[in-house]
């Protein structure tokens, strides 16, 4: 008994098509299109999507706005440049963070009712 037997069974093996008689590769490739149709709807599609909203959203930033970063720290825009945002998060403590790191845009006055 070698490692194949547990792989392939035996008697599929032996029941091999008449001489040639080939089984049709049409319904092979129809799964695989199916799956990758699947996976790009699935996967691919929203992922694009969330992709777009996110950038759409750190190219309305402007100074004053209240955001979160993907790390949980809230404050107020203070500067912007093309990498980085300057971002006050208590009175006179500012930090400098990547423009990705935001991950969400707050309400006006959010932060003053915390």
């Known amino acids: 008994m070698s490692l194949l037997d547990f792989l392939i069974s035996p008697a599929a093996a032996q029941a091999a098509p008449a001489a040639g008689q080939q089984p049709s590769m049409?319904?092979?490739?129809?799964?695989?299109?199916?799956?990758?149709?699947l996976m790009y709807f699935m996967m691919i599609r929203p992922q694009m999507k969330r992709q777009k909203e996110h950038r759409a959203m750190l190219d309305k930033l402007q100074k004053g706005d209240e955001v979160v970063t993907t790390g949980g720290i809230a404050g107020r825009v203070e500067n912007i440049g093309d990498n980085f945002i300057s971002v006050e998060i208590a009175e006179g403590v500012r930090i400098k963070?990547?423009?990705?790191?935001?991950?969400?845009?707050?309400?006006?006055?959010?932060?003053?009712?915390?």
């Open 26 to 37: 049409i319904p092979t490739f129809v799964m695989l299109g199916l799956f990758f149709v």
């Open 97 to 114: 963070i990547q423009r990705g790191a935001i991950s969400t845009v707050l309400p006006k006055g959010t932060l003053k009712a915390a």
